[in-house]
């Protein structure tokens, strides 16, 4: 099983990825979309990343997400470059024969993401103001919550 | 033996630069030393490095401590805490 | 916010539903699709259900998800009939600003959907036999895990 | 007082119905003795009625324990545990 890991600008097709998935009948697939949020006076998100460690970054995450649950398939795709709101950011997904397993390594690969790949987000308001995302003690939380499974 | 370097995010930002290759003293051994040792250049770089507790560090372009040794290592990438996802 | 809840015999299209889910910019979609196993000797699938009860029992589950998470939307799929191997059995999904919302919305009307809506599974294999499908004692455990929560 | 039976599954194939409208006897007046009234019956009927703890029921559409009254009751339905998903 070889995870599909891509850091591109471009946009992905959903579908594509998601049939991708499908193949084999695995009999469970998990996917996460995150997308730029509407909201406020958010004009775009800038993503800057370090291009010489991210796809072994994101290799690693899968890998590990790989040798802890029974899963056919796996695929972390993540953007770069200017989005505006409504874009979608990134896309993570599972294929396994139960569906615990393809939902907990899904859970899991957006988890790690969020701390141990290195992308840094910029958001730009409407009236010219432009700040770096702080990182949330939130997400620490959540990827500390895996140690104990 | 020169290191490269490598500033993501505000921290390029504030020093002005991607990155840039150093020759730092024997005595600068890890890479909290080699944080002290910039951040004394004054200007973007004391601003950049004012507060380690706000970075973090790859070694090598792996995820790794400030108490990390320098020897042998050939690229160091600083940056603040990761946002992607 | 009204979810999307169907059952139907035909095919959906994920890439409709995910663009569903996307629209408006929520922050977070999160999925499952359930697929019928390439396996063993299995040539087909057949889904009966309770066609009076099963929308209420759907937007029941939908309805308690919306109250437990802060979800944008959501959206529940379920296939009746024969589905052989390969073929989309079921598409749950959810909306929200927060990945860990809609991950765990998702993942509750999955975990729910296997034990409080009224659809059997018979299996039909190629020597002509078919049995009904046994309930799973790992899916009441996997219910009662939200009691908790 | 007519109730409308549904058998689903197992259940149905036992019995060979779909579903039938019944009259039970007054003191038949919980889930639990319609299904032991039903089995008295023979034949498919005890045969799908025979170990009540492999049933499942629904009461007017809602999932319902054996021991709901049958007072006011229209629609009864008799199935295996459910495995849809």
């Known amino acids: 099983m070889k995870p599909v890991i891509r850091v591109q600008a471009d946009d992905f097709d959903p579908a594509a990825e998601a049939a991708r998935l499908e193949a084999g009948g695995p009999g469970a697939v998990a996917t996460f979309t995150g997308i730029v949020r509407r909201e406020g006076d958010l004009v ?11 796809e072994r970054a994101l290799a690693k995450i899968a890998a590990d997400a790989a040798s802890r649950w029974a899963v056919t398939a796996l695929t972390i795709i993540h953007r ?25 390594a899904m859970h899991f690969m957006i988890d790690w993401l969020k701390t141990d790949a290195p992308f840094w987000k910029r958001e730009q308001f409407a009236d010219g103001r432009s700040d770096w995302v702080e990182a949330r003690e939130g997400d620490s939380a959540a990827r500390a919550r895996w140690a104990g499974k | 033996m020169a290191i490269e370097l490598l500033y993501f995010a505000w921290v390029r930002e504030a020093i002005g630069l991607d990155g840039e290759t150093v020759e730092p003293p024997k005595e600068v051994d890890t890479v909290a030393k080699l944080v002290d040792w910039l951040a004394g250049r004054g200007d973007g770089y004391s601003e950049a490095f004012a507060d380690p507790s706000r970075l973090r560090v790859a070694v090598d372009q792996r995820f790794a401590g400030f108490d990390t040794t320098l020897e042998g290592v050939r690229e160091i990438a600083l940056f603040p805490p990761v946002t992607g996802g």
Chains 1, 3 share one sequence.
């Open chain 1, 80 to 104: 770069v470059g200017r989005l505006t709101p409504g874009a979608r950011i990134v896309f993570v997904g599972a294929a396994a024969k139960h569906r615990g397993d393809a939902i907990e």
């Open chain 1, 44 to 54: 775009a998100m800038e993503l800057e990343h370090y291009p010489a460690m991210t």
